[in-house]
């Protein structure tokens, strides 16, 4: 039996036909080496066939997911394992199929009987089931061996190549005899590193070649396995005066038997490096549509053909240089750590090349009504673009349930030489809420800065006709963002390599300004080019710094002033153009703390760490929170804004090793005077089952002479912030009304209001019980309880 068409497994099935019985030993096998878990195991038949396995495992204690593709093999299993219990039978196919009837919470023990060699994708597929398996669990094939079976039969076997490639990756393999049956137990991560390899030197004096990346309709690239050991992309060197397009698409038909029309294939990127010292010069093909059966034409070349799974490209073990280089030009970052090789992209007028597994769809949907149901994105427009842009194409090289996460989870990019995170894919309900207060209208024209494609893709979907303009700093980002745009998007967004603080280049800005901007990356400061090039009455919305606590304002321009409209608590990576500011520290203590002063100067510490090892002073505030109703977000922003001398203290020893009561690599809001400071933390006061039981109280700490009046400045301030800010919904707090003005407005054009100076700009913070006008941080000596308002 050598089927390959599922009509035969159909017929084969209702012809009354079985395959070999579960034998004796292999029953003793499974039984000594995968035993149940204490407690109960769930297992994984996968190719179920009759369910005989099934009903043993059943038996074992297991509650076992019996699935086949063919609908005649599940009918049969159910009428005849119709007492047995603990069996869920599904027609499913698990090469081809959406997850989605399979467990979620994975799989202590998946079984593969007498099925593997008839799998097409083997690598891609045995990496899916691993990823499903439990801590402790194992993935067992069972099947012959070509040494002990008929030449006629080969095509149901596995060679000793083949059976050491389904180990390749599995931290544990243990190979065990049933009966002349190979019985494998594979367990630990099915993970192997991608190592980018060569092939043994040529005696050629110049190597020129082109290399084919064509997916499959579900977005997968296609690999083979040569028998050099290596996965490679169809390919090889030109013939004559041959161009690279043609020899891709020849070397495509002969490698792999898929056929595609010279007008499909577009050189996307030429490749220089050397082979061994020999100059090499390889084109990137992407070819865009083919038709055709994939055979192995070369069966002395290549092992076999597979399409892969883009994000499992970074554990696919060795891959031929050139090719994992070709992969890198496509989808930039989907193998991380490949050697340097100088790229020539080309900019060719290529259409997008659809293509997505039934699983994209399903979990996209799930992540826009995760956020709509949150109450992040109440409009159509925005609803639409979270159903309609394909998220996961913009993230390659992370899983679909990653990409799709709807929670807070944003999908890291890349990251700086100390491991910080410089790009991302951020939380969909954050996109969602900034696009949201955008307001934009069909043919909106709108500014980005900091790219990654998604977004923009996003905006580009919700203002309709409009386009987007995005700019990046990082020629890496803008190099990926411009291939993902143009493997999967609109055709109206726009990718740009420069600083984004100076605005869109000019003949990108257009007449009036853009009807929108919106900044993707923590800002200290508001660029005078995004004032700018905003168009009277349009809204920015960017993540700004303020006390080094960042909020996503949205701002509408009248005039020269930004007026602050709504406030979104959140996070985003940082500035790494002109206005990026490293954060002013001050170490204390050997390391032990530190003073962070995210705006203005350091202040003066001399006799700080001797105040630090007195007596600590202590002022309970009287104010609570309980578990039900913990957020103190806008206590934060309060205390910036309106106390002078603000920084924030982080701990680095756990609070049993050092003098604050600070959880370690934890900060809290802090105050300096004179060889003085006070912090605030909260201190749990009542303890329960529920969350409403819990309760914290806010504490001062104080060390120094003028401990006890920061302490009670500090304190007044949490006292005026319960009775004038907060709320008991957590989403009802009160925000200041906020204007943001250009630098060098004098004070007596700013309104009234706790001002923060920035480089660029002068903030003026208007807070509910508070009055005045504070055009500069108070000084030390000024008289505290001064700054408290009607506290």
């Not at 554990?315 to 490949?338: H, K, T």
């Not at 002109?578 to 530190?594: C, E, H, K, M």
């Not at 909260?682 to 060390?703: C, L, M």
Request: net charge negative.
């Amino acid at each position: 039996m050598t089927y390959t068409a599922r009509d035969e497994w159909e017929q084969h099935y209702s012809d009354g036909k079985n395959f070999r019985q579960l034998g004796e030993r292999e029953r003793e096998l499974l039984a000594e080496h995968t035993p149940v878990p204490h407690g109960g195991g769930r297992a994984l038949d996968a190719g179920c066939g009759t369910g005989e396995l099934a009903a043993y495992l059943a038996g074992l204690g297991y509650r076992v997911d019996a699935v086949d593709f063919a609908e005649s093999a599940i009918t049969r299993a159910r009428e005849e394992h119709a007492e047995v219990e603990g069996v869920r039978w599904l027609q499913f196919d698990i090469e081809r199929d959406d997850p989605a009837p399979l467990h979620e919470d994975g799989y202590d023990l998946v079984a593969m009987r007498l099925m593997y060699p008839f799998v097409r994708d083997r690598g891609r597929v045995v990496h899916a089931l691993g990823e499903r398996l439990r801590r402790g669990g194992a993935l067992v094939i069972i099947t012959p061996v070509a040494e002990t079976t008929p030449e006629e039969r080969r095509g149901i076997a596995l060679d000793e190549d083949e059976i050491a490639l389904v180990g390749a990756g599995w931290e544990r393999v243990e190979r065990l005899d049933a009966d002349g049956l190979a019985f494998l137990v594979l367990r630990g991560p099915c993970h192997t590193d991608t190592r980018a390899v060569e092939k043994r030197p040529t005696t050629a004096h110049a190597l020129t070649g082109a290399l084919a990346v064509i997916t499959d309709d579900a977005g997968r690239v296609l690999l083979g396995r040569s028998r050099r050991g290596m996965l490679e992309l169809p390919g090889g060197k030109t013939r004559g005066a041959e161009d690279f397009a043609a020899a891709a698409v020849r070397e495509l038909a002969e490698e792999t038997g898929l056929i595609a029309d010279p007008a499909d294939a577009h050189v996307v990127s030429m490749l220089v490096d050397d082979s061994h010292g020999t100059p090499r010069l390889m084109a990137v093909v992407r070819i865009t549509a083919w038709t055709g059966t994939l055979a192995n034409p070369e069966e002395d070349k290549f092992a076999r053909w597979e399409f892969f799974d883009l994000h499992a490209l970074a554990c696919a073990g060795d891959v031929f240089l050139p090719a994992a280089s070709a992969l890198d030009a496509v989808w930039p970052g989907v193998i991380p750590d490949l050697p340097p090789v100088v790229s020539y992209p080309l900019a060719v007028d290529r259409p997008p090349v659809p293509g997505e597994p039934a699983e994209a769809v399903r979990l996209r949907r799930a992540m826009a009504q995760t956020v709509i149901d949150g109450g992040w994105a109440p409009s159509e427009p925005v609803q639409r673009a979270l159903r309609t842009v394909p998220r996961h194409r913009f993230a390659p090289e992370v899983s679909l349930a990653d990409a799709y996460d709807g929670g807070d989870r944003a999908v890291v990019t890349r990251r700086d030489e100390t491991g910080t995170a410089i790009s991302s894919v951020s939380a969909a309900w954050l996109q969602a809420d900034m696009i949201e207060h955008l307001r934009l209208e069909p043919g909106a024209i709108v500014f980005e800065a900091g790219s990654g494609g998604y977004n923009a893709e996003l905006i580009a979907h919700v203002a309709s006709a409009g386009r987007v303009v995005t700019v990046d700093i990082d020629p890496w980002v803008v190099r990926r963002t411009r291939q993902f745009l143009t493997e999967a998007g609109s055709g109206r967004v726009t990718a740009v390599e420069a600083d984004a603080a100076l605005g869109a280049p000019a003949h990108l800005v257009p007449r009036g300004g853009f009807d929108a901007s919106m900044i993707t990356y923590n800002c200290w400061d508001i660029a005078p080019a995004w004032r700018e090039q905003l168009a009277e009455g349009g809204r920015l919305v960017l993540p700004l710094e303020m006390g080094g606590y960042t909020r996503a304002v949205t701002f509408e321009r009248r005039g020269e002033v930004l007026h602050a409209r709504h406030f979104t608590y959140c996070g985003f990576v940082r500035d790494q153009g002109r206005q990026a500011r490293p954060v002013p520290v001050v170490p204390l203590l050997d390391g032990a703390l530190t003073l962070r002063f995210y705006d203005g100067a350091t202040a003066g510490t001399e006799g700080l760490e001797k105040a630090l090892r007195e007596l600590r002073h202590e002022v309970a505030t009287g104010v609570t929170m309980d578990g039900a109703n913990s957020y103190f977000g806008s206590l934060q922003l309060y205390a910036a804004t309106t106390l002078p001398n603000f920084c924030r203290l982080v701990a680095h020893q756990d609070p049993a090793e050092g003098v604050t009561d600070i959880a370690k690599d934890r900060d809290a809001p802090a105050i300096l005077g004179d060889a003085s400071l006070a912090y605030l933390i909260h201190i749990q006061t009542k303890d329960g089952d529920r969350p409403e039981d819990k309760q914290w109280e806010w504490t001062v700490h104080a060390f120094g002479e003028q401990g006890p009046e920061l302490a009670e400045q500090l304190a007044a301030t949490v006292r005026a912030w319960d009775r004038h800010i907060r709320a008991d919904d957590n989403d009802k707090h009160t925000d200041p009304v906020l204007t943001v003005h250009p630098a060098g407005t004098p004070d007596d054009l700013l309104p009234t209001g706790e001002v923060l100076d920035k480089a660029s700009s002068r903030l003026v913070f208007r807070w509910p019980g508070r009055h005045g006008h504070l055009p500069a941080p108070a000084r030390p000596t000024d008289t505290i309880t001064a700054t408290a308002g009607d506290a």
